[in-house]
């Protein structure tokens, strides 16, 4: 066991994947030479070769179109998009193309094709450099969506995601890059996609989140906990397939549920949630569901006080629990 933080747990799992299987390769803008903006590819090109870890031009369209003719034809494709912000112009590519590769071909082609972005705000990275985008993908059937709260799961989901047959977009927080850390096996594992896993236990209530707001969740229920609020906390980690039999069990134990995520309220991936517990476990809720998440702006503010006041914090997590358990 070694500490990492998500960043260099992220390094590891590529750097292990390219050792073990030589049809992994890595492209995207400035992923060789440079090692990729945050670094996460640092020293893998002097290790693979150019053939394995490509440069490539800033155009987000290419970066996905290649990775998919090269999936279809035997490789295992990492593309990076430098932030998710910049995913956009690759839509086409990655919903029309790769999400529906098995679909539209009965089965006969799969699509083997990881595409790894930095999302979320909290670094002041302001409007173009702080998008939540997870929502807008786990609507297209066809595509895994993983959003990595720890070190450990980042690295064991990020090997499942590169094993996996079909395309996985995986969301990694930028803000859980050098600010999250523990210990890591050293030897290989892998996490299981479409596995959430509870990261503190509790009888009162339920915040069920991903991501950075894990962390906040967990600050909040320990703030309640000196109350004799006892809150369990569900890291979903996969959004897509999601984990509904652990969202299920978990209501049912506590019947209140807190939903907190960064992206914004109005479509946000909540809802989702929110639907299919009211669906399917309204006989047990005890209280409304509520949803902390950004206001509907067009995007993060750039200004340190302006982003605080934006993002979804653990005082405003413990508001809303302490407004739910008072039902």
Same mark, same amino acid.
């Given at each position: 066991?070694?500490?990492?933080?998500?960043?260099?747990?992220?390094?590891?799992?590529?750097?292990?994947?390219?050792?073990?299987?030589?049809?992994?390769?890595?492209?995207?803008?400035?992923?060789?030479?440079?090692?990729?903006?945050?670094?996460?590819?640092?020293?893998?090109?002097?290790?693979?070769?150019?053939?394995?870890?490509?440069?490539?031009?800033?155009?987000?369209?290419?970066?996905?179109?290649?990775?998919?003719?090269?999936?279809?034809?035997?490789?295992?494709?990492?593309?990076?998009?430098?932030?998710?912000?910049?995913?956009?112009?690759?839509?086409?590519?990655?919903?029309?193309?790769?999400?529906?590769?098995?679909?539209?071909?009965?089965?006969?082609?799969?699509?083997?094709?990881?595409?790894?972005?930095?999302?979320?705000?909290?670094?002041?990275?302001?409007?173009?450099?702080?998008? %939540?985008?997870?929502?807008?993908?786990?609507?297209? #059937?066809? $595509?895994? /969506?993983? =959003? +990595?709260?720890? !070190?450990?799961?980042?690295?064991?989901?990020?090997?499942?995601?590169?094993?996996?047959?079909?395309?996985?977009?995986?969301?990694?927080?930028?803000?859980?890059?050098?600010?999250?850390?523990?210990?890591?096996?050293?030897?290989?594992?892998?996490?299981?996609?479409?596995?959430?896993?509870?990261?503190?236990?509790?009888?009162?209530?339920?915040?069920?989140?991903?991501?950075?707001?894990?962390?906040?969740?967990?600050?909040?229920?320990?703030?309640?906990?000196?109350?004799?609020?006892?809150?369990?906390?569900?890291?979903?980690?996969?959004?897509?397939?999601?984990?509904?039999?652990?969202?299920?069990?978990?209501?049912?134990?506590?019947?209140?549920?807190?939903?907190?995520?960064?992206?914004?309220?109005?479509?946000?991936?909540?809802?989702?949630?929110?639907?299919?517990?009211? %669906?399917?476990?309204?006989?047990?809720?005890?209280? #409304?569901? $509520?949803? /902390?998440? =950004? +206001?509907?702006? !067009?995007?993060?503010?750039?200004?340190?006080?302006?982003?605080?006041?934006?993002?979804?914090?653990?005082?405003?997590?413990?508001?809303?629990?302490?407004?739910?358990?008072?039902?």
């Amino acid at each position: 066991m070694s500490i990492k933080n998500v960043l260099q747990a992220v390094h590891d799992a590529l750097d292990e994947e390219m050792a073990r299987d030589e049809r992994v390769i890595l492209l995207g803008q400035d992923v060789g030479v440079r090692g990729g903006v945050f670094r996460a590819s640092d020293g893998l090109l002097a290790r693979y070769g150019e053939r394995r870890v490509i440069d490539t031009p800033l155009s987000e369209s290419a970066i996905i179109g290649v990775a998919i003719g090269a999936s279809i034809g035997g490789y295992r494709p990492v593309a990076e998009i430098q932030f998710a912000d910049f995913i956009w112009p690759a839509m086409d590519q990655i919903v029309s193309e790769a999400a529906r590769m098995r679909y539209r071909s009965h089965g006969t082609w799969g699509c083997p094709l990881v595409i790894r972005t930095p999302y979320g705000a909290g670094i002041h990275g302001g409007l173009y450099h702080s998008q %939540s985008i997870e929502a807008t993908f786990a609507h297209v #059937p066809g $595509i895994k /969506v993983v =959003a +990595p709260a720890t !070190p450990r799961d980042a690295k064991g989901l990020l090997k499942s995601a590169i094993r996996d047959p079909d395309p996985v977009l995986f969301l990694e927080h930028k803000r859980t890059y050098r600010l999250i850390r523990e210990e890591v096996p050293d030897e290989d594992y892998t996490v299981p996609l479409g596995k959430a896993i509870v990261r503190r236990p509790g009888r009162d209530l339920t915040i069920l989140t991903y991501g950075m707001m894990v962390h906040e969740s967990l600050k909040a229920a320990e703030a309640v906990a000196a109350d004799g609020i006892e809150v369990e906390v569900v890291d979903l980690r996969t959004l897509s397939p999601l984990d509904k039999p652990a969202i299920l069990e978990s209501v049912e134990r506590t019947h209140k549920v807190v939903i907190v995520h960064e992206d914004s309220l109005t479509g946000g991936f909540g809802g989702e949630i929110a639907a299919i517990i009211a %669906s399917e476990a309204f006989d047990t809720l005890d209280g #409304p569901i $509520i949803r /902390v998440a =950004a +206001p509907d702006a !067009p995007a993060a503010p750039f200004n340190d006080r302006l982003e605080e006041a934006y993002l979804p914090s653990a005082p405003k997590i413990e508001q809303a629990i302490r407004q739910l358990a008072a039902y």
